[in-house]
């Protein structure tokens, strides 16, 4: 594995919740606005960071996570 996970169980299926809401939203209103773009870019960054268990913003801040997880 080339990186550590840096997300908690709980943040994960919150980011994968989270993910698939937008994601959902995305595709509901495709092409009435930027907005669905842009919230669809953001559901599926989340949703993959969710799934992963990595996120490359968190790790440029340096957070890791504790022994017991």
Known sequence: ???VKN???WERTLRI???AMALVFAAMNW?????AVGTGIMG???AM????????MCAL???KL???R
């Open 31 to 35: 092409g009435a606005s930027n907005l």
């Open 49 to 56: 960071t969710g799934l992963v268990g990595f996120c490359p």
């Open 1 to 3: 594995m080339f990186y």
């Open 17 to 19: 919740v989270i993910g």
């Open 61 to 63: 801040v340096g957070r």
């Open 44 to 46: 599926a960054v989340m």
């Open 66 to 68: 504790g022994k017991g």
């Open 7 to 9: 997300v908690p169980n």
